[in-house]
């Protein structure tokens, strides 16, 4: 998981190969059975494109629920952070919200509604199906 997140972060910054990717001659990623590996020169660059392998490797930085975009899990407060930013967070809401008025007009039952998008998300579910039905009726 560390090394499609951290792979994923570097081809954002650059194009390329997925397996070994390179800028310059700064530095290379390689991925072999064992993860991956970082072969480099010294240098500044160097510096932050390691912080990024190993922040990779201890699982600091997850990719968002939305956009899938890499950010950096802060453990520090609270429940750890599922959004790159606002609008990734607005976005997804407004499309479980459309998801639940689909399933609700359907004739899904709730509960299942509740199993398909997620119980993390209960409270907002059941009120979105009490909307859907009053928009229904």
């Not at 800028?23 to 059975?33: L, Q």
């Not at 010294?42 to 922040?55: E, F, I, K, S, T």
């Not at 007009?105 to 039905?133: C, F, L, T």
Request: aromatic fraction near 10%.
């Amino acid at each position: 998981m560390a090394t499609n997140i951290f792979l994923s972060f570097m081809n954002s910054l650059f194009e390329g190969d997925a397996e070994a990717m390179y800028s310059g001659n700064i530095f290379k990623v390689e991925h072999g059975r064992r993860g991956f590996r970082v072969l480099d020169r010294p240098g500044p660059l160097r510096d932050m494109y390691r912080q990024v392998a190993y922040l990779a490797a201890d699982n600091s930085i997850r990719l968002c629920a939305y956009c899938c975009k890499p950010l950096l899990a802060n453990r520090s407060r609270g429940n750890e952070a599922m959004y790159c930013s606002r609008t990734c967070n607005t976005r997804a809401s407004a499309q479980r919200r459309e998801t639940a008025y689909a399933l609700a007009a359907s004739g899904v039952p709730i509960r299942e509604a509740i199993e398909r998008i997620g119980d993390r998300y209960e409270q907002s579910i059941r009120r979105w199906y009490k909307e859907s039905k009053a928009l229904l009726d």
